[in-house]
């Protein structure tokens, strides 16, 4: 009776932990949905024919930029891929995502700041899916150019894998993040599909749908961006 009793409370006090850390991932999703939308529909956004040929989207929602002096903090958020061989199919679900360390240069006072990284091809994309990569030394990574009417054929943009915009204060920019480090969140992906779960297996296996909370996120690109139109890739 007393291992039952024991038992009985063990599952009771963990099974609200479990539901907690899985909103906390769900939250984030629903985040990464709003933060996308609202910096593509910014009058002088990411150049559409940057999104037309991004092989993947990473957004880092409200990142406190503050909390980099000490290098304990770092900001969480998810990354869609497009799906298919030649990534030329539809966005795939999420897998969350971790944004750690960085320069100094972009620190201001600690506010949050919401990051978009566009993963320009598939060496990139297999890289990060596969463990941590440094942005600059890793990953060829460069602040990208914003406007609707932007050229973005500089030899910066063409020979960069990754580039990487900033939203603070209502400001938006192309910021370079050269020394901060992303990589799979696992954990996270484990608490929000309920199984461990690779990055790779969820952007190229399909191994789990695309949960609620990333509907908007999703969604948002496939219908912004259906296609991916880097040469080569078109269907």
């Given at each position: 009776?007393?291992k039952?009793?024991?038992?009985?409370?063990?599952?009771?006090?963990?099974?609200?932990s479990?539901?907690?850390?899985?909103?906390?991932?769900?939250?984030?999703?629903?985040?990464?949905?709003?933060?996308?939308?609202?910096?593509?529909?910014?009058?002088?956004?990411?150049?559409?024919?940057?999104?037309?040929?991004?092989?993947?989207?990473?957004?880092?929602?409200?990142?406190?930029?503050?909390?980099?002096?000490?290098?304990?903090?770092?900001?969480?958020?998810?990354?869609?891929?497009?799906?298919?061989?030649?990534?030329?199919?539809?966005?795939?679900?999420?897998?969350?995502?971790?944004?750690?360390?960085?320069?100094?240069?972009?620190?201001?006072?600690?506010?949050?700041?919401?990051?978009?990284?566009?993963?320009?091809?598939?060496?990139?994309?297999r890289?990060?899916l596969?463990?941590?990569?440094?942005?600059?030394?890793?990953?060829?990574?460069?602040?990208?150019?914003?406007?609707?009417?932007?050229?973005?054929?500089?030899?910066?943009?063409?020979?960069?894998?990754?580039?990487?915009?900033?939203?603070?204060?209502?400001?938006?920019?192309?910021?370079?993040?050269a020394?901060?480090?992303v990589?799979?969140?696992?954990?996270?992906?484990?608490?929000?599909?309920?199984?461990?779960?690779?990055?790779?297996?969820?952007?190229?296996?399909?191994?789990?749908?695309?949960?609620?909370?990333?509907?908007?996120?999703?969604?948002y690109?496939?219908?912004?961006?259906?296609?991916?139109?880097?040469?080569?890739?078109?269907?």
């Amino acid at each position: 009776m007393k291992k039952w009793l024991a038992a009985f409370l063990s599952f009771a006090v963990l099974v609200p932990s479990v539901l907690a850390d899985a909103r906390k991932e769900n939250e984030r999703l629903e985040n990464c949905g709003q933060v996308i939308q609202e910096i593509m529909d910014i009058p002088d956004d990411i150049p559409q024919d940057l999104i037309d040929k991004a092989d993947c989207v990473i957004v880092y929602p409200s990142v406190l930029k503050g909390a980099f002096i000490f290098g304990g903090s770092y900001g969480r958020g998810a990354m869609t891929c497009r799906t298919g061989e030649h990534f030329n199919g539809p966005w795939s679900a999420p897998t969350m995502m971790a944004l750690e360390g960085g320069s100094f240069g972009f620190q201001i006072g600690g506010q949050a700041t919401d990051f978009v990284l566009l993963v320009m091809n598939e060496r990139g994309a297999r890289a990060i899916l596969n463990s941590k990569v440094k942005l600059g030394a890793d990953a060829s990574a460069a602040a990208g150019p914003k406007g609707r009417n932007a050229e973005a054929s500089t030899d910066v943009t063409m020979r960069a894998e990754i580039l990487s915009y900033s939203r603070a204060r209502g400001l938006f920019a192309g910021i370079s993040l050269a020394g901060s480090t992303v990589r799979p969140d696992n954990g996270a992906n484990a608490k929000l599909y309920k199984k461990d779960v690779s990055a790779q297996d969820i952007v190229f296996k399909g191994a789990v749908p695309v949960p609620a909370s990333a509907q908007q996120f999703i969604s948002y690109l496939n219908k912004k961006s259906p296609k991916n139109k880097s040469s080569g890739k078109e269907i």
